[in-house]
């Protein structure tokens, strides 16, 4: 639309010009005269534009400066806002804290003696391996036992942290939901993030034992929040592979079953990627989950133009787009459409588009204030990021508060002793 607008107004001071040398040349002072008078006249409208231009263009920095000091303003409440209700978070879960030296929670008593179960099988495994010839191929093996062991010691040694960040509304910044996410510590207490492991985890069917642990985890933090009065809701990850797990899958679904008190709370998260590439199984198994109430998040999306109808059927009502991609996609496009298989939707319906669908967006990734200018233009009511809060460490040993099924874990890794001796 800016290029449309600057074409015709370049036409139109270039015809005004034009007829100013006409009727210049056509009173009788000859064609040189005309010709002078033309390029008189385009002088006077270039700088009649250029004033207009500037004028207008510093009534919008002055527009854009103050609106970038409200924005500082509602910061400053919402990063007083978010620190304290972050704080009131820990207390409220470290108020119920059992001394691990002298109680062990159950879900962290059980996890460790299950996966010990397996310490044997998984270190026959190591030791037995043939030491490779020094090639690419051997340093890779060797590699990939190396790092199995430290997923290994991490789980048995309950060096598995729960890490929480705040999803605000926006533009009042209020904390309405929280993602968690899974950390491995290695032997050093570094932080391993997923990408480090989640290629061995998966490979020895560990993953699903992972997304259990996640699971228990979620559900008590929603039911302290809930003795606090605090009606917060938690995504939670969950792994493609747990979800067509044939072991894994129906205990999943029996402890939610249970629990379906949580189905307003508990939101399970899949990638973009992750939920194209659903099957038949994993599509049953979600509609199971949605008959008990419980409802998805789809992240990490990489178009805007997606099938909203197929994640309505899917019982999807979140989708976290990043907001640069928002900005690039919606804001970017000089008036074009964001959405090729909607060419009649323009920037400032997308998010009224989701919502008719039952789909709320949510601009993840969100560093700075001048993103959240533009995104409260496009009517995102939901951010998440550094802006709002880094994701924080809560204390393992003082999330468990209930002993999960005894099956539930010990089926999980049963299954993936079972598929490792397969494989």
């Known amino acids: 639309m800016r290029t449309l607008t600057r074409t015709a107004l370049i036409f139109s001071y270039l015809f005004l010009a034009m007829t100013v040398g006409a009727l210049i040349w056509r009173g009788g002072l000859g064609a040189g005269a005309g010709i002078a008078a033309t390029f008189g006249a385009l002088g006077v409208l270039g700088v009649i534009h250029l004033y207009l231009t500037g004028h207008m263009r510093e009534r919008a920095l002055r527009a854009e400066v103050a609106q970038i000091r409200d924005a500082h303003r509602l910061l400053a409440d919402a990063l007083e806002t978010t620190q304290g209700a972050l704080t009131e978070l820990a207390q409220a879960i470290e108020s119920g804290a059992l001394n691990r030296t002298e109680e062990l929670t159950g879900e962290v008593r059980m996890l460790e003696g299950l996966i010990q179960q397996m310490s044997a099988s998984i270190d026959e495994r190591l030791s037995s391996a043939v030491p490779a010839p020094d090639t690419f191929e051997g340093r890779r093996q060797a590699q990939s036992h190396a790092l199995l062991r430290t997923v290994h010691d991490a789980l048995t040694e309950g060096r598995v942290d729960l890490y929480l960040q705040p999803v605000v509304t926006l533009p009042q910044r209020r904390t309405v939901f929280y993602e968690s996410f899974t950390r491995l510590r ?14 061995v985890a998966e490979g020895e069917g ?6 259990n642990l996640l699971l228990f985890r979620c559900a008590q933090i929603v ?9 917060v ?6 792994a493609l592979s747990s979800l067509g797990d044939e072991t894994f899958f129906p205990q999943f679904l029996h402890f939610l079953s249970e629990n379906r008190d949580l ?15 659903r099957g038949a199984v994993e599509a049953r198994n979600m ?6 109430g419980f409802r998805f998040s789809i992240d990490k999306v990489q178009t805007l133009d997606l099938d909203f109808a197929d994640l309505q059927r899917s019982d999807v009502r979140f989708v976290k787009v990043a907001a640069d991609l928002l900005i690039e ?12 298989s909607l060419r009649d939707i323009r920037a400032a319906d997308f998010a009224a588009l989701t919502r008719r669908y039952g789909i709320e967006v949510i601009a993840e990734k969100c560093e700075s204030e001048r993103q959240i200018v533009d995104i409260l233009e496009l009517d995102v009511s939901m951010g998440q990021g550094h802006l709002f809060g880094e994701p924080r460490a809560i204390k393992e040993q003082v999330l468990a508060e209930t002993d999960p099924p005894a099956d539930f874990l010990r089926s999980t890794l049963r299954s993936a002793e079972q598929r490792r001796r397969v494989g």
């Open 186 to 199: 290695d032997s050093t207490d570094r932080v391993m993030m997923p990408a480090e492991y989640l290629s």
């Open 206 to 211: 560990l993953v699903p034992a992972i997304d």
């Open 223 to 231: 039911r302290r929040l809930a003795r606090q009065d605090r009606k």
């Open 233 to 238: 809701g938690v995504f939670c990850n969950v």
């Open 263 to 277: 189905n307003q709370s508990l939101i399970f998260e899949l990638g973009q990627a992750t939920f194209d590439a």
């Open 287 to 292: 509609a199971k989950l949605a008959d008990l």
């Open 329 to 340: 996609q919606l804001l970017d496009l000089d008036g074009g459409s964001p959405l090729p």
